[in-house]
Every structure is written in C-alpha cells, then in structure tokens.
C-alpha cells in the first residue's frame, strides 16, 4: 500500500479502479489511478495477486492523494494454467478458462465492497473496465455509482453496426456476411457475440450487463481523436459519456519498427527498408527456430533484426531511426507509435484492433496490410507493398507523415488531457454531491 496514514481532504474522492486482466488494461488504468491521485483522491486500484506484483513502482503523492494496491485471489478453474492471471500467460485456447476464473471474481469483489462499507470507507465511485459486470451489479447493489470504463468509440460504433447487421440479415450462421463487410471481418467481429466459459455469456453480454447498471460511461479517447465517432458512440450507449485523452522530432527515419504476435509471412525482408521486428512468438512454442525459416536470422542481419524476447517498444519508437510503426493496432500501441510522429502499416487481428485501424486508415495516418477477404490471409508481397507505401515511396510518404505529426499533437497535448481529467473528476463529484455519495441511479 501507498502513503499509509494519509488522510484524504474533506474534497477528496473515494475511488475504486478494476481492470480487466490484460496489461493493455491494467497498466491504462494504473496511470489514470496516479492522475486522480495526483488531484488529492484516495484511488484503490484491485486485480490479482501476480498482475499487482508485475506492475511498475507508481509515485508517492504529497497532494493527500494515495493509491492503495488490493489484490483478489483469481479462483482456480481447471485447465487453467498455473499462475495465468492475465492474458500474457495464457495460449489462445485456455482464453475461456480465464473467463471462467475472471467470472467467479464477483463474490470477492463484493464481499471486499461490503466490507469497505461497514468499515467506513464507502467509495463514491468505481470504475469498472468494460467487461466487469460484475463489478457494476455489486455497486448497484451497495449504492455506489459505477462509471464503466469503454473502449474506443470506433469499437462501439463497430460494435453497434454488427449488432444491425446481425438483425437485419438474421444470421443463423458465420458464412452469410453483408455484401459490405468481408468475411474475414465479419467472422472476428462477430466472435464478440460467441458465450466464452462456462457462463455461456458472450463479451457483448458482459459489457451490455455493466452497461445496465452503470451511471456514466468514461473512454480512453476524446472527440479531437475520434472526430464525429464520439458523439456516434456517446448516442449509442445511452449514457453520459465522459472523455478521457490517452498519454519529439526525429532526424534521419530509416528503420522500420514492428512488434507483432504472428508471422507477417516476412514481408519485411523484401520491402526495401531496415528493419527491427519484435516477434512475440506462440505461448506453446519454446524454440526460437520454429517461428522464422531456417537461416532468416543470419542472411538479413545486415539490415533487420528479430527479438523475440522483451522489447523496450516506447524507447524504441523515440529513437531517431525509426521512420514507421508496423503494429496490431491495440490502442496503448497507436498512442505509443503517434507519441512520436510515426506513420503506421497497420495489421489487426483482433477485438478493438479491426475497428482502431480502419479510424486511423480513414485519418491517412497510414496502410492495411491488404487482406483475403474471405480468410482474412494476407503474404509478404503485401507486407512488403504495405511498407513500401509507408516508408519509401515519397508520394504517400508525405500524406502519412504528415497526418501522423497531426495525430502527434493530440497525443502530447498534456493541457488537452490533463483538462479531460479535470473535467471526469468535476463529472464525479456532480453525481456524488447530488446524490450525498450514496445513489445508484442510472441515467
């Protein structure tokens, strides 16, 4: 625990922080919790045992702010792997299991809230990550207003048109995709809607569940990010919804920096440009030999290299030599690559990657590695034309770097989010001083 004996001011709010078990999720969220305890709050910031000692050290505060760490032992489910408690340690087919284990967090996540109030420390507020609907029926149940965390508007519009989709054709099966959608999108947007674990509930389930029972609705994005998009997804949730803005110029742009989880069938190797790929190999996978061809390694390494072990991916993209960002398009990757200017060849794979790259594709930050639209399967002479468009060819060049440095400026505008904090708090203490601190009302 942080700044024991600390005693928040009579102004100060009482937040609890879940995220859901993802490092994409946790280590957001650990940053908004030392933002609010930045401003005097006293934030309690709750996962599991192992994803809390992985974190990184968060800043002592001298405001009366304070952000105490609380773990909740992850149930054991079986066929869980040992030890998984995010979705770092578990392979692709032990995801339901984690969903399982994730599900059986709501009796201790509301025992550790009925507890907190009869001791004393009600919160004014949770935050919970999207899927958390548990989370958002324990403060129901005690009281206490739920704000529930989003992800980007270009998923809940995404989201939205696929349920639309899905009434307007009456799909009874995956194979019957609107003549607008390839299939390939279509089958991985529609994975949303598939029961995962033994709950039989889909992931739309569990965020229309939070969404229930939730006063407001805060996303990591703002409308200078998301243009018309976020008004789009604030109409289609039907709750208030609050922005919340994510967190150097370079000289000779020669390198080609790409972290990616599969094999983009190394294309890199013939688009002309060096390269450094960080390649997360499969979790079953213990030789390093398996994932390249044979001999890759030691004919490029004149002019690329792969890791496949840990990669300082922010001091990587800061360097100077680094010219465009090969990436899956997770949101904290975006943020990461267009903190520093950097134009994108974009290949999602899935969740809010789909929907993150074809907003930043239609802002011409940059390309999608072209796709099967039947499969979504994709060779390295489209990797490589991809990057070629990005990084070499000067025409196209310009347009990306361009938008990219625009982009940039919304990312580092530190008044723009550190407004966009001020303003979530002021949204907070308005519900909690209408309602003494104490009303579950839904909007």
């Given at each position: ?73 992850l ?27 994730f599900?059986?967090l ?82 991985s947007d ?40 976020f ?21 000779t ?51 690329g ?28 990757s975006?943020i990461?690559g ?10 999602p ?35 490589a034309?991809a990057?070629k ?19 940039q ?35």
């Amino acid at each position: 625990m942080d700044a024991e004996g600390s005693s928040p001011s009579p102004s100060s709010l009482r937040i609890i922080i879940c995220p859901w078990l993802a490092f994409g999720h946790l280590l957001p969220y650990l940053e908004l919790a030392d933002r609010l305890a930045s401003r005097g709050h006293r934030v309690t910031y709750i996962s599991t045992p192992r994803n809390i000692a992985r974190l990184p050290p968060h800043r002592h505060h001298t405001t009366g702010g304070a952000i105490d760490l609380v773990t909740l032992p992850l149930p054991p489910v079986d066929g869980l792997p040992d030890g998984a408690e995010s979705t770092n340690d578990v392979p692709a087919d032990k995801l339901p299991h984690l969903w399982d284990a994730f599900d059986r967090l709501a009796a201790p996540f509301a025992n550790f809230l009925a507890a907190a109030c009869v001791a004393g420390k009600r919160p004014d507020w949770i935050l919970a990550d999207t899927f958390h609907h548990w989370a958002a029926a324990a403060a129901h149940d005690h009281g206490v207003p739920c704000a529930l965390l989003q992800p980007t508007a270009a998923v809940i519009t995404a989201t939205a048109a696929m349920i639309t989709a899905i009434s307007d054709e009456q799909m009874t099966t995956r194979n019957s995709p609107p003549v607008t959608m390839p299939k390939y999108k279509w089958e991985s947007d529609a994975a949303m809607f598939t029961p995962l674990g033994l709950s039989g509930l889909s992931i739309a389930r569990r965020c229309s569940m939070a969404l229930e029972k939730s006063t407001i609705a805060a996303m990591r994005s703002c409308p200078e990010w998301e243009l018309d998009t976020f008004t789009m997804a604030s109409n289609l949730l039907g709750k208030p919804l609050v922005p919340l803005a994510s967190s150097h110029r370079r000289p000779t742009a020669a390198v080609v920096l790409a972290c990616t989880e599969t094999t983009p069938s190394c294309g890199l190797d013939i688009a002309g440009t060096r390269f450094l790929w960080a390649l997360r190999k499969p979790a079953d996978v213990t030789d390093d030999g398996e994932v390249l061809p044979a001999g890759f390694q030691e004919r490029k390494k004149s002019y690329g290299h792969v890791s496949m072990g840990w990669v300082p991916q922010v001091a990587v993209l800061a360097h100077g030599a680094v010219g465009a960002f090969l990436t899956h398009c997770g949101r904290n990757s975006l943020i990461e690559g267009l903190m520093y200017g950097h134009p994108l060849v974009m290949l999602p794979i899935f969740g809010d990657q789909g929907p993150n790259a074809r907003l930043m594709e239609g802002r011409k930050v940059g390309l999608q590695v072209p796709r099967e639209e039947s499969d979504g399967s994709f060779d390295r002479h489209g990797v490589a034309r991809a990057v070629k468009a990005v990084m070499v060819e000067e025409g196209s060049r310009r347009v990306f770097v361009e938008n990219a440095k625009k982009m940039q400026e919304i990312v580092t505008d530190t008044e723009l989010q550190e407004r966009y904090i001020d303003e979530f708090v002021q949204r907070l203490r308005c519900y909690t001083t209408a309602d003494d601190g104490n009303s579950s009302a839904s909007v």
